[in-house]
């Protein structure tokens, strides 16, 4: 089995700044993609920013910036630190990682469960 578990959501004053975490475990081999994405209040899911096993990343055009993914390949953990946010910002936010498990050759798509981020004065 795999896990993604998310911390490092909550309130925060427009300017403001956050750091999201989420480490993956379990049975892993290897993970190629690990990345963010959120779901404001009535809208879909999108994706805010990727990032390869080899460090190549890709953001959201409204977060170009102002965040920036990374991630620790030894404890299998990826980072989203947001500054400068705006209202707009607010939404619960889902790790999301493509992982091979061991003893698998194909990987499957894992989510975590969710971290709510709520910009606010």
């Known amino acids: 089995q795999v896990q993604l578990v998310e911390s490092g959501g909550g309130l925060v004053q427009p300017g403001g700044s956050l750091r999201l975490s989420c480490a993956a475990s379990?049975?892993?081999?290897?993970?190629?993609?690990m990345g963010w994405y959120r779901q404001a209040p009535g809208q879909g899911r999108e994706l805010v920013a990727l990032i390869t096993n080899g460090g190549t990343t890709n953001y959201a055009d409204s977060v170009k910036g102002r965040f920036t993914i990374s991630r620790d390949n030894v404890k299998n953990t990826v980072y989203l630190q947001k500054n400068s946010l705006k209202p707009e910002d607010t939404a619960v936010y889902y790790c999301?990682?493509?992982?091979?498990?061991?003893?698998?050759?194909?990987?499957?798509?894992?989510w975590g469960q969710g971290t709510q981020v709520t910009v606010s004065s």
């Open positions: 379990g049975s892993i081999f290897s993970i190629k993609y």
């Open positions: 999301n990682a493509k992982i091979i498990r061991i003893g698998y050759s194909s990987q499957l798509g894992y």
